[in-house]
Nanobody
Framework: QVQLVESGGGLVQAGGSLRLSCAASGTIFSINAMGWYRQAPGKQRELVATITSGGSTNYADSVKGRFTISRDNAKNTVYLQMNTLKPEDTAVYYC???????????????WGQGTQVTVSS
């Protein structure tokens, strides 16, 4: 099995910063893309940022210049540094990874359990 464990969410004032982490563990052979999504109450889940195995990144327009995604391949971990947070960033943040398990020929997408980020005005 593959497990994703997220950490780093919490309550912060507008203008503050948080750093989210998501560590993948289990019978992992390799990891391709990793990413962060978020879902606010009453809204659909939306892309925040993604990073490929080679380090190429992609961001939602709403977070460009404020958020930075990175990864540590040796630790199978993806990070999201969030700066200059705004109340509209309040959401549950989910990480995902595309994992090829040992003895598998294909990549499958796995999701974390979600971590709450609340930004007060």
């Amino acid at each position: 099995q593959v497990q994703l464990v997220e950490s780093g969410g919490g309550l912060v004032q507008a203008g503050g910063s948080l750093r989210l982490s998501c560590a993948a563990s289990g019978t992992i052979f390799s990891i391709n893309a990793m990413g962060w999504y978020r879902q606010a109450p009453g809204k659909q889940r939306e892309l925040v940022a993604t990073i490929t195995s080679g380090g190429s990144t992609n961001y939602a327009d709403s977070v460009k210049g404020r958020f930075t995604i990175s990864r540590d391949n040796a630790k199978n971990t993806v990070y999201l540094q969030m700066n200059t947070l705004k109340p509209e960033d309040t959401a549950v943040y989910y990480c995902n990874t595309d994992v090829k398990k040992v003895y598998s020929a294909t990549y499958l997408r796995y999701w974390g359990q979600g971590t709450q980020v609340t930004v007060s005005s």
